[in-house]
């Protein structure tokens, strides 16, 4: 007896698998677009982020350094703890570790003339110092220090020391001009035996190279910032000082006619930048690099302090 065809289990039609085949295509086609352009709006706000998350560091690093501008080193009129020139910014304290670094006075050879004849007291370019109290000395080859005369500052940077038991003899670089400040004997400096100290000075050096913004703490040996990069991508980095009347000016200068735009006028520091993504993408700023300006202003709390004390 012939079996009987089980109903039900007929296949699709040729149109219908057509049908199923196409509307597949369609959504596996939206699927797609959909995530593509979530991919690309995702890289996008990545390049966007980048260049926020790249100000947002750069503002907290400039604001944390200049609440230390002047630590223990009262501006002069020719002599600040500030100083900018056109993308460099320079901020100068006295170390901590963990107490104040100390003056080192000078040990002037024997004699009576004063002041000394030109020169340091063991070479022309080396100072004799007095170890502090307890026998300690805390400069170092390579840092920065400044000498005072009377009232007189200039910066050296050590190059070479001799410990001579209760004292060092410290040698320093020739130049003439360090982090844009007089150095050395510089103006024709003479020593006074009576009234001459170095003291360690902590530098903060920002500049740009070129679209890099580095960050240094120290000089190499040929004076030139041995600098980190905090950000990249900078177009531009611009700083100006602000003076107590107002004013703003490229910098500070102690040698014209004007008594308000010295260094001890300095209240603060206007920053502009510039800073922009590290690639370029066709769906962010049409295709063209994506960049954002910044504007930061920083009234250091230690010139504040020194405008209220006097």
């Known amino acids: 007896m012939p079996r009987q065809a089980k109903t039900g289990l007929q296949g699709f039609t040729l149109i219908e698998v057509m049908i199923s085949l196409t509307v597949g295509i369609i959504v596996l086609s939206g ?18 982020e980048d260049v926020y998350r790249d100000a947002r560091y750069v503002e907290m690093s400039l604001e944390r350094d200049f609440q230390g501008t002047g630590v223990s080193l009262v501006s002069t009129v020719s002599f600040g703890s500030l100083a900018v020139w056109g993308d460099t910014i320079v901020i100068l304290r006295i170390p901590f570790m963990p107490t104040e670094s100390p003056p080192y006075d000078l040990d002037p050879p024997a004699g009576t003339n004063n002041p000394l004849d030109p020169g340091g007291t063991c070479g022309a370019r080396c100072l004799d110092l007095e170890k502090a109290a307890d026998g300690t000395f805390e400069l170092e080859v390579a840092d920065i220090a400044r000498l005072q005369v009377n009232d007189e500052r200039r910066l050296i940077q050590v190059q070479s020391m001799v410990d001579n038991g209760a004292t060092v003899a410290i040698g320093f670089t020739d130049k003439t001009e360090l ?29 740009l190279d070129g679209t890099e913004l580095k960050r ?11 600098g980190e990069t905090i950000a990249y991508g900078v177009q531009s980095f611009e700083a100006s000082l602000v003076f107590l009347d107002g004013d703003e ?54 010139l504040l302090y020194e405008r209220n004390r006097i």
């Open 31 to 48: 699927a797609l677009s959909f995530a593509v352009g979530l991919w690309r709006n995702l890289e996008g706000n990545e390049i966007r």
């Open 179 to 207: 982090l844009h400040y007089a150095a050395g004997f510089s103006g024709g400096l003479l020593l006074d035996r009576y009234s001459s100290f170095v003291q360690k000075v902590a530098p903060v050096i920002y500049y």
């Open 216 to 226: 240094a703490e120290t000089l190499n040996l040929d004076g030139t910032p041995a």
């Open 249 to 302: 000016a490229d910098a500070a200068n102690p040698a014209d006619s004007d008594p308000s735009n010295d260094f001890d006028d300095i209240t603060g520091v206007r920053i502009t930048a510039v800073m922009g993504a590290d690639r370029v993408h066709r769906t962010v700023n049409q295709g063209n690099l994506f960049t954002r300006t910044y504007e930061w202003l920083f009234s250091p709390r230690n």
